[in-house]
């Protein structure tokens, strides 16, 4: 399996503004001692600011796994369409960015208040409490990706649908703001499992960071980090020295710093690279998270 020199995850966030706080980005070296560093621009990250941040990668073809802490898809395998029934369904997971990017084309800050608000698409989403979706699914959790199943049968993780837009558990929004970013990368990264590893330059994955907080022994109830002592425990089981000190510790940041120390310490395990219920089409379609096996 390839190794890299650098390893990168972004906290990702749907929030309708220009500057979500739920945003984070922490990159940690590959040699051993290295630190894992938060990078916080003045006034906070943007969803542009990070897809200018990934084009700079790829430009410099740098040796980096990147992870993004968002679903790059919708279902499909379930009902063998991304939305059943609507005459303008993806046939791909490309055409599916496109489509949330020309949906979205009128929202500011790579927002999804166009796509969740469209006539026909809207009719897919839960929206609150009275306001479900004729098509939103068949459960009250809503349509799932082949690997969140997965993830729920085997207890590994415990994801929402992309569909529900409710609650702490809502996962729509900044799926659809991530979908538009990869669109606009237009292929200078490649997408894990939607593109083969190359050989060389980054390449990103999708990760869910309750993962790589689980994998450091912090229970599943208790996963967030706020402090910077149990930061320096988690980091230790990563083999990774604590961060200079933060201005503050806020889960976003903790989460992209874990996870980014996770992606070192576990990228060259070859079971993650070749799930066993990874299948071609799944890979096409949907793709998977970075770690299920």
């Known amino acids: 399996m390839r190794s890299f020199s650098q390893f990168a995850c972004f906290d990702w966030s749907g929030q309708a503004v220009a500057r979500p706080k739920g945003l984070a980005l922490a990159t940690i070296d590959g040699a051993r001692g290295a630190h894992p560093r938060l990078h916080w621009p003045d006034g906070g990250w943007s969803r542009g600011a990070a897809l200018d941040w990934l084009i700079d990668r790829a430009d410099q073809g740098s040796d980096m796994l990147i992870g993004l802490d968002l679903s790059p898809t ?29 949906l979205c084309r009128d929202d ?92 060389h330059g980054p390449l990103i994955v999708e990760i869910y960071t309750s993962m790589a907080a689980r994998a450091a022994g912090l229970p599943g109830n208790r996963s967030k980090i706020r402090d910077r002592a149990t930061l320096t425990t988690a980091l230790e089981a990563f083999d990774a020295p604590p961060p200079v000190r933060l201005a503050r510790y806020d889960d976003h940041s903790t989460d992209a710093l874990l996870t980014a120390a996770w992606l070192r310490h576990v990228h060259r395990r070859p079971e993650f690279w070749a799930p066993e219920a990874l299948s071609p089409h799944i890979a096409r379609v949907e793709g998977w998270t970075f770690g299920v096996v």
């Not at 009902?79 to 489509?99: E, H, K």
């Not at 068949?138 to 590994?156: D, K, P, S, Y």
């Not at 996962?171 to 050989?199: C, E, N, Q, Y």
């Open 74 to 102: 919708f279902p499909f395998v379930d009902t063998g369409a991304y939305f059943p029934g609507w005459s303008d369904s993806p046939v791909d997971v490309r055409s599916l960015w496109a489509l949330a990017d020309d």
């Open 108 to 199: 500011p800050h790579l927002g999804a208040s166009g796509f969740v608000g469209h006539a026909e698409a809207r009719r897919y989403f839960r929206h609150g409490r009275g306001d479900v979706g004729d098509r939103f699914g068949l459960t009250g959790i809503g349509r799932l990706r082949a690997v969140e199943h997965h993830q729920r049968a085997t207890r590994q993780a415990n994801s929402a649908s992309c569909f529900n837009l409710v609650g702490a558990a809502q996962v729509g929004k900044s799926s659809l703001t991530g979908m538009r970013v990869l669109h606009r990368l237009a292929g200078r990264i490649p997408v894990w499992p939607f593109d083969p590893v190359p050989a």
